[in-house]
């Protein structure tokens, strides 16, 4: 029988693993990947002898639940603290919307009762928005890849912002904001398609402004007129593509 020895000071620090102050600063990238390596300490520098590895390994198969996974990663066991610490996570450096942040809380098997309490809290602190998330979203996908209302309404939707919410987002966008932005993603396309046929340009620049959410009238009308300006004969272009 293996007589029992007491750890190591130096042992027990290097193990007990980061705090909440260390998680919570970490990005979602970053998540569980500080873990020490308790089966390994051979190393006569470290305070592991070989005894020590074995009682290490032996720990570590006699542990093998989910708790003690997380505490010997540093975890919290309050699911309370587990879920805010996975939130912040999320957070640092991008915005995220509430049903993305309690899909993630869910896929870490967070209860309900501690994930709705942290993410109640979250929002009464500003810390999800999902209006301004939504704001920004149309601000950015409509000035920054050209995307018209109807694409931007179904991307909202797939982060799980509320309709009500999201009519409000694209509300900013008005009718006369979304033709001058068609105008001029087939201003930027038509030098590309200088030289095919006509009725094959036409295809090809309306079915660019159709995957950005344009509807048929209006990117009909806007490629018709921008190939007039290049003196192409348009006669017959009112017919749906």
């Given at each position: ?10 042992a027990?620090?290097?193990?007990a693993?980061?705090?909440?102050e260390?998680?919570?600063?970490h ?21 592991f002898?070989?005894?020590a ?12 639940s ?18 805010r610490?996975?939130?912040?996570r ?10 993305q942040?309690a ?29 301004a998330?939504?704001?920004a979203?149309?601000?950015s ?27 409000e ?23 590309s398609?200088?030289?095919l046929?006509?009725d094959?340009?036409?295809?090809r ?21 921008a ?7 348009t ?7």
């Amino acid at each position: 029988m293996t007589r029992r020895t007491e750890w190591p000071a130096s042992a027990t620090d290097h193990g007990a693993g980061p705090g909440p102050e260390f998680a919570a600063g970490h990005t979602a990238e970053s998540e569980g990947a500080y873990e020490p390596e308790a089966g390994h300490g051979t190393g006569s520098g470290a305070g592991f002898g070989e005894g020590a590895g074995r009682r290490a390994r032996s720990r570590s198969r006699s542990s093998g639940s989910p708790s003690s996974s997380r505490a010997e990663k540093g975890e919290p066991r309050d699911p309370v603290e587990q879920a805010r610490n996975i939130c912040l996570r999320l957070l640092t450096g991008t915005p995220r919307t509430r049903k993305q942040l309690a899909d993630a809380l869910r896929k870490r098997e967070i209860p309900d009762e501690a994930a709705e309490e942290v993410l109640s809290r979250f929002e009464d602190v500003g810390l999800i928005d999902d209006a301004a998330f939504a704001d920004a979203w149309v601000e950015s996908r409509h000035h920054g890849r050209g995307l018209a209302r109807r694409a931007l309404v179904r991307e909202l939707r797939t982060k799980g912002v509320d309709s009500a919410v999201i009519d409000e987002a694209v509300g900013q966008l008005d009718s006369e904001q979304e033709e001058a932005t068609a105008r001029e993603l087939v201003a930027r396309k038509l030098r590309s398609t200088r030289g095919l046929e006509r009725d094959k340009r036409l295809r090809r620049l309306a079915g660019m402004l159709a995957r950005k959410g344009y509807g048929e009238g209006m990117a009909l009308r806007v490629v018709r007129q921008a190939l007039e300006e290049e003196g192409e004969d348009t006669e017959g272009l009112d017919e749906p593509f």
